[in-house]
């Protein structure tokens, strides 16, 4: 994994092992941002912003590809103050997961 801090990593990792490495990949627009990462689903049309304020406190963006080739991601979704178990809640719901 790129250069992030811990509870970063083992989100990412974490969320990876639940769901399966094909499920969920690293695709970074962040990568000078320590305390954040961008993940996205297997076919890379949802994208998952995630920054780690503390151990269990989470700030995530979700957001859906669009045909703009200017603005290729719209924003569906902004969550602050959110706990491990909330974060992947709404990724898997996101990302489709939830089979």
């Known amino acids: 994994m790129i250069s992030k801090n811990d509870i970063i990593a083992n989100t990412v990792s974490q969320l990876q ?9 690293i695709q970074d627009h962040w990568k000078d ?3 954040a990462i961008g993940i996205v689903d297997r076919e890379q049309k949802r994208l998952a912003y995630i920054s780690a304020y503390e ?3 989470f700030y995530l963006v979700l957001e859906q590809l669009t045909p703009d080739d200017e603005f290729p991601y719209k924003e569906v979704g902004e969550f602050d103050n959110i706990n491990f178990k909330g974060l992947e809640e709404k990724i898997a719901q996101h990302f489709n997961l939830n089979r």
Not at 18 to 25: H, L, V
């Open 17 to 25: 092992n639940k769901y399966g490495e094909d499920s969920i990949s």
């Open 33 to 35: 941002n320590y305390n």
């Open 55 to 57: 151990q269990d406190l």
